[in-house]
C-alpha cells in the first residue's frame, strides 16, 4: 500500500509517498515529473514515518542540518539507485558536480569514463526532493543547472544551507 500526505514548506507545497518500507517520494506541488510513477491506489494518512519525515523538514527549513536519518525507498533503476545513493553522501551546505558523481560510478566500476549527462538524467528523475539532495549538483563550473523544481527553489535551498556556489 502507497500512503501519501502533505507538507507546507515555506518555498512550497510538496507532496510525500511512502511505503512499508520507506519514503519513496517527495515533490514540491507541479515540479517537473511531479508524482510520476506514483502507483494509482494509495491512501492519505499520516502514518508514523511522515511525522517523522515532517519533523526532518521542519528542521531543514529552519536552516539547520537534521541530525537523524528517515528510513527511503528508492523506486528505480540500478544506475538511478546508485546516483541517489551517491547524493546522499553530498555533505549539508555543499555541492557536487555531476562530472563529480559520473567519476565516482566509472571508478566503481572499473570504467574509464561515466557520462555526465546520464548522470543529469538520473539526478533530474529524483524522486526524493531535499532530503535525497539533488539541489546540491551543480554544473562543471559551478553553475546552477536544471532542477526539477525549478532553479529558482534551488537557489533557495541552497542559500538555506549557505552553500557559496558560482554563478556562470
Known amino acids: 500500500m502507497v500512503y501519501i500526505s502533505h ?5 512550497g507545497d510538496m507532496l510525500l509517498a511512502a511505503d512499508e518500507i ?3 517520494g517527495l515533490w514540491f506541488e507541479g515540479q517537473k515529473y511531479f508524482a510520476r510513477q506514483l502507483e494509482e491506489k494509495q491512501e492519505e494518512r499520516e502514518i508514523p514515518l511522515f511525522e517523522k519525515v515532517k519533523q526532518w523538514l521542519d528542521i531543514y527549513f529552519s536552516g539547520k542540518e537534521p541530525d537523524f536519518t528517515v528510513p527511503l525507498h528508492f523506486v528505480g533503476t540500478a544506475f538511478q539507485k546508485e546516483v541517489w545513493e551517491i547524493l546522499c553522501t553530498i555533505p549539508y551546505g555543499q555541492t557536487m558536480t555531476y562530472g563529480e558523481i559520473a567519476k565516482q560510478i566509472a571508478a566503481k566500476k572499473g570504467l574509464p569514463h561515466m557520462s555526465a549527462q546520464a548522470v543529469g538524467g538520473a539526478v533530474g528523475h529524483n524522486k526524493i526532493s531535499v532530503i535525497v539532495p539533488c539541489h546540491r549538483v551543480v554544473g562543471a563550473n559551478g553553475s546552477l543547472t536544471g532542477y526539477a523544481g525549478g ?6 535551498l541552497l542559500a538555506l544551507e549557505r552553500v557559496d556556489y558560482n554563478y556562470a
Open 22 to 24: 520507506g519514503l519513496t
Open 7 to 11: 507538507y507546507r514548506s515555506p518555498i
Open 151 to 156: 532553479l529558482e527553489k534551488k537557489e533557495k
